[in-house]
């Protein structure tokens, strides 16, 4: 008798995978919850009865429990990291394939800190390979850097991988999307908003 594959190792289905995944990340403060709950609102009101679902990997409170209470079809999980430098310690795909089997997702967003993106994304491309978009918020001091040629390496990488950027989203800044170079997209999903 032969022993069935662990859940791990066994191939997503297509039901399984969900249509859109959006990884967000950036410096602390920046806007990343206020981003996603603008790109959920529109989804809801572009694609009424789309199923979003947010996994949470930053530290700290955020306003996303409040903004799901009032928001059908959204659905929230936090993903500990116990070191941001380990990314398979938290088991990204493991908690992405948990979220996606309970909520059926159409669209899944991934928010998580700066400093372990690169390794977040890389282990989700390993083990996963779902078709994904790096969405990077810049604040003041980041674009600053960029513009002048003084990020660090870690920031340097994570433009690198970057599929849209966008520029001081918080509230009550200039809300500005771009798309990174060409040269720079890795693994992006087309996302329109239709």
């Known amino acids: 008798m032969q022993a069935e594959p662990s859940p791990s190792c066994r191939e997503a289905s297509p039901l399984d995978t969900p249509r859109h995944c959006v990884f967000v990340t950036g410096p602390r403060g920046v806007g990343k919850t206020r981003w996603l709950q603008l790109q959920i609102h529109d989804l809801s009101e572009k694609q009424p009865g789309a199923r979003c679902a947010v996994l949470l990997a930053e530290e700290g409170r955020t306003r996303m429990e409040?903004?799901?209470?009032?928001?059908?079809?959204v659905?929230?999980?936090r993903l500990l990291l116990p070191c941001i430098c380990c990314p398979a310690l938290a088991d990204l795909p493991g908690a992405l394939r948990a979220l996606v089997a309970a909520a059926r997702p159409d669209w899944l967003f991934v928010e998580v800190p700066a400093l372990a993106a690169?390794?977040?994304?890389?282990?989700?491309?390993?083990?996963l390979g779902w078709p994904r978009e790096l969405v990077v918020c810049l604040d003041q001091a980041w674009?600053?850097?960029?513009r002048e040629h003084g990020l660090s390496p870690f920031q340097m990488v994570l433009l690198e991988l970057a599929d849209r950027l966008v520029s001081n989203p918080a509230p009550g800044g200039t809300h500005c999307d771009t798309a990174a170079p060409q040269s720079r997209r890795h693994h992006a999903a087309a996302l329109v908003l239709t």
Not at 67 to 72: A, E, L, M, R, S
């Open 143 to 146: 674009a600053t850097a960029r």
């Open 118 to 127: 690169a390794g977040l994304v890389a282990e989700f491309a390993r083990v």
């Open 66 to 73: 409040g903004f799901v209470q009032n928001t059908p079809g």
């Open 75 to 77: 659905t929230v999980r």
